[in-house]
């Protein structure tokens, strides 16, 4: 069976059954992309397949998720890459940019979702340090370091795995101004996303990686 159709096959289950997200689907979906991961030796497509399980794994991790409009976007862009895939395999045609901005738009929609939520989820704890940390915080804080090493964006990525580690380091009752570094991290992180969503590799604040970094 190639490729498009097992994709297509579990993709439209898993839309028949949202907004709930079919968890079978979302890891039948996860397989399929790792085993395309691991298959393409060319960087541009390594990269879309690496998004692409990054997107289905979080939707089978996380119980929570639902199928909403960002998720409903991030299919389109892998049905746009499978598309593609079918293209160039019939007609061994160009497809660099293409893909390029299938990578691009990929990432965007997923970062954003993950830098919302880090950023949300850190402003409550701010305003309530007495309260434990959020589970999902170190997931996603995780996420976004994945994320930006799938598609090399190192500012990104330096801030999102120091805010990780930070996190990790954190004590089981951190001071206000110890959960202040963390959301001033996950700022720097949506800051830096915003200058790439239009064009614009920025580097990060020192003093904000100073601060994550100790």
């Given amino acids: 069976m190639r490729v498009r159709p097992q994709f297509e ?21 996860s397989q399929l992309c790792e085993q395309q991961r691991q298959a393409k030796p060319l960087a541009a497509w390594r990269t879309f397949w690496a998004l692409t399980l990054h997107f289905f794994e979080d939707l089978r991790s996380d119980p929570t998720r639902r199928l909403e409009d960002p998720e409903i976007t991030a299919v389109s862009h892998v049905l746009s890459g499978l598309m593609l895939h079918t293209r160039v395999q019939a007609h061994d045609m160009p497809f660099e940019d293409s ?5 691009h738009l990929l990432f965007l929609e ?19 340090p007495e309260l434990a940390m959020a589970v999902q915080v170190q997931g996603q804080a995780q996420s976004m370091a994945q994320l930006a090493q799938d598609v090399a964006l190192t500012a990104v990525h330096q801030v ?3 805010l990780t580690q930070q996190l990790a ?28 969503a239009v064009g614009h590799v920025h580097k990060p604040k020192a003093a904000v990686l100073a601060a994550l970094r100790g």
């Fill in 99 to 103: 893909l390029q901005v299938i990578n």
């Fill in 9 to 29: 096959k579990h993709l439209l289950d898993l839309l028949r059954h949202g907004p709930a997200v079919q968890t079978s689907a979302a890891e039948r979906l």
């Fill in 169 to 196: 380091g954190l004590s089981p009752k951190p001071s206000g101004e110890d959960i202040q570094v963390s959301l001033s991290g996950a700022e720097e992180v949506s800051r830096l996303l915003q200058h790439f």
């Fill in 110 to 128: 997923q970062a954003d979702v993950v830098s919302q939520r880090l950023v949300s989820l850190l402003t409550e704890w701010s305003a309530s």
């Fill in 160 to 162: 999102a795995d120091s």
